[in-house]
């Protein structure tokens, strides 16, 4: 019996660490991956605009075409759904996006804590169809 509950325990071990290599794999993988990281930055500076600015919207149609782009564009590369999934909901990778949109904002003079500044930037990246703008809308 107790050679049976260790064998479980080992069985399990082995389990766990090799659906963990290619999740950490994915991790380095996705993180080198500069056109998905670059829309992901895209996506997330206009989510943060959309949510500071009561008088602009999200271009949903647009917003989640990108969204599908970018899943369909890493899937092609040989990344799993839950691979793609984890990057993206893994808390460092969150947190360095952050800081690469509040450095966007800061390069466009616009703060991540200034409503204001962001509607402004909101309504130049409208105004200018930028890609950024594209995923926006007045309302």
Do not use: H, W
């Not at 008088?55 to 759904?81: D, H, M, P, T």
């Not at 947190?95 to 804590?113: H, I, V």
């Amino acid at each position: 019996m107790p050679f049976q509950r260790l064998a479980r325990r080992l069985t399990s071990l082995c389990l766990v660490l090799c659906l963990a290599v290619p999740a950490s794999a994915a991790q380095t993988g996705l993180r080198q991956e500069a056109d998905i990281n670059n829309a992901l930055l895209v996506i997330s500076v206009a989510d943060k605009i959309r949510r500071a600015c009561d008088s602009i919207g999200a271009n949903l149609f647009k917003a989640r075409s990108l969204i599908n782009n970018v899943k369909e564009l890493a899937v092609e590369r040989g990344y799993s759904e839950s691979e793609i999934n984890a990057y993206i909901s893994d808390k460092e990778n969150r947190a360095e996006m952050r800081g690469m949109r509040n450095e966007y904002f800061t390069s466009k003079g616009a703060s991540n804590l200034d409503a204001e500044s962001l509607c402004v930037l909101g309504r130049t990246e409208i105004s200018s169809a930028s890609q950024i703008g594209r995923l926006l809308r007045l309302r």
